[in-house]
């Protein structure tokens, strides 16, 4: 039923913004960016932080008008630095974390933007590089890890700001903006007006064409070793879109799961990453 209610919702929504595009068009594109654009969950309560998140050293930090919040488990020297994906928070973590202490190494994680404790309404994929950036120009992290549109972000930061990481790990991570954007439209069933608006407003924010923005693009001349983990039974990124990302980045290992979906929470991954970061 809740299904059901959301899908109606969004077609209403969708059927509202179809309409607006003809009588106030500039209207329409910046609501369809809105919708497209805030995460609808994924923030904490500062007073009530899940255990794993209340037992670490917490940092807020300042990037423009732009504060985003990192969490701290220490270790020795060697850090590793871990990226959440949409409608989530560092708390994703928690099972790996545990995993990841016994390497004795520093570990980070980063709640990206409108995110957690992070403040904003609005996330994107450049901006979360921002923050990865600050966060690397700090500490030079040797591994960094993410999971779903944060690996995306991985990406596109490394491609961008080109930094000498020890090896990158990415779990359920889509390939293209494309296919994010699409998948956007038919959900809400937009016309061909909002559409074309959405990719040409992406095109001059950003710099890039929405065919352009793609991790498979990013990391076509990557040399880092590293993981691409992808679940066939992936409902939110398809499995292709892990392929994608194997094929165009050929130094990483393809891991292929059956049965863990999106999350991607399991013993024997977690522990496979574990050996890969201490080989």
Do not use: C
Not at 141 to 160: C, D, E, L, R, V
Not at 165 to 171: A, C, P, Y
Not at 179 to 205: A, D, G, P, T
């Amino acid at each position: 039923m809740q299904k059901i209610i959301q899908k109606v919702l969004a077609k209403s929504i969708g059927a509202y913004i179809n309409i607006l595009s003809y009588v106030a068009p500039q209207n329409a594109y910046a609501l369809a960016y809105q919708f497209f654009s805030e995460p609808r969950k994924g923030k904490l309560n500062p007073y009530k932080l899940p255990k794993t998140l209340f037992n670490a050293q917490q940092k807020s930090y300042s990037l423009n008008e732009h504060q985003f919040q990192t969490y701290t488990w220490n270790g020795n020297d060697d850090i590793i630095l871990l990226i959440h994906g949409w409608e989530s928070n560092s708390s994703r973590w928690k099972k790996l974390i545990v995993r990841l202490k016994k390497t004795g190494k520093t570990i980070i994680a980063i709640d990206g933007p409108a995110h957690g404790l992070s403040n904003g309404k609005e996330f994107n994929v450049p901006i979360y590089a921002q923050f990865i950036n600050q966060i690397v120009q700090e500490f030079n992290p040797k591994t960094i890890i993410g999971h779903s549109i944060g690996g995306n972000a991985i990406a596109y930061f490394q491609h961008h700001y080109n930094h000498n990481f020890e090896k990158m790990i990415l779990i359920g991570a889509p390939s293209d903006f494309k296919v994010i954007l699409n998948n956007y439209i038919k959900m809400l069933s937009l016309n061909n007006r909002v559409h074309n608006s959405l990719k040409e407003y992406i095109k001059k924010r950003f710099n890039l064409t929405i065919e352009d923005f793609s991790a498979s693009k990013f990391l076509s001349n990557a040399t880092i070793p590293g993981i691409i983990a992808h679940d066939i039974q992936d409902n939110v990124v398809l499995y292709e879109e892990g392929k994608k990302i194997a094929k165009s980045w050929t130094n990483a290992q393809f891991i292929s799961t059956n049965g863990l979906g999106h999350s991607m929470h399991d013993e024997y991954l977690y522990q496979s990453i574990v050996s890969f970061i201490e080989a």
